[in-house]
């Protein structure tokens, strides 16, 4: 099987993205393929499959004026944290959970959610409130966590070229540093804006549970194609809890400026 044939015969446009059965080990549903501005990628998501790779298209006029009308109507996109959702205000049911998180409601401008009783991380790209994600503070409210728009992009803090990949809003604040960019995919699957988001970074260390090694090498693996480089920590405990070994780990890992 030649895979540039069979990636071209599929004639995507720009920004489409297509989940198809694997052409290489005939898995179902685990192969895709992204048009990223001329820039193929394509993926099979099975650990045992070697199916990965990219190549160049050429873009015609129509191809670049629909990329750019798709970006002006995302970047024009306002989000609006419904009514309930309002600033922290140095509530109790706030100040509480931080403090046992050793967080800050201040420096995180978190909210709170006084319908479902959540605190409230919210996700900023480009200096604006994109979206958010809540997280309960007790258990009659569920899920727990939540996201209240319809972006995907994953929350981040910290400043750097180095990304740490964790699950939470929680992990991606305690690891954050003027060194190192705490991104919480929240989620259980790596999605176009998380790869485009993490494209930016020059290192990307996937820090996720200590029982998720499959999902661990499997985001390894998709985020080769877009990050230079991609390493594996793996921890002992979720880095939210601090274990002295996680963090000497992750700081031998991280490269040096």
């Known amino acids: 099987m030649n895979i540039y044939s069979y990636i071209n ?20 549903n685990t192969f895709t393929v992204t048009n ?4 193929v990628m394509w993926n099979c998501y ?22 750019m009308s798709k970006q002006i109507d995302e970047d024009n996109t306002i989000f609006e944290f419904p009514e309930y959702v309002v600033p922290h205000g140095n509530r109790k049911a706030i100040t509480e959970w931080c403090d046992k998180w050793g967080l800050s409601a201040d420096k995180l401008s978190l909210y709170h959610d006084v319908k479902e009783n959540r605190v409230v991380f919210p996700i900023v790209h480009d200096n604006k409130i994109v979206d958010g994600a809540g997280r309960s503070l007790g258990k009659s409210s569920l899920p727990k966590w939540k996201r209240y728009g319809k972006n995907n992009l994953p929350y981040f803090r910290g400043h750097g070229t180095t990304a740490v990949v964790v699950e939470d809003c929680v992990s991606a604040a305690v690891v954050s540093s003027t060194k190192i960019v705490g991104v919480a995919v929240l989620g259980t699957s790596l999605s176009e804006s998380h790869k485009k988001f993490l494209s930016r970074f020059s290192t990307a260390i996937i820090a996720l549970d200590p029982d998720a090694l499959e999902k661990t090498m499997q985001f390894a693996k998709e985020l080769r194609n877009y990050v230079g480089q991609v390493k594996v920590l793996r921890l002992k405990d979720d880095l939210k809890y601090r ?7 992750l700081y031998f890992l991280t490269p040096k400026e």
Do not use: H, W
Request: hydrophobic residues 25%; glycine residues 6%; negative net charge.
């Open 36 to 39: 990223n501005m001329g820039s």
């Open 243 to 249: 274990q002295e070994e996680d963090f000497k780990n």
């Open 46 to 67: 099975k650990i045992s499959c070697s199916l990965s790779g990219s190549s160049r298209v050429t873009l015609t006029v129509d191809d670049i004026r629909t990329a």
């Open 9 to 28: 015969d599929l004639q995507l446009s720009v920004g489409e993205s297509r989940r198809l059965d694997c052409p290489n080990c005939k898995s179902y």
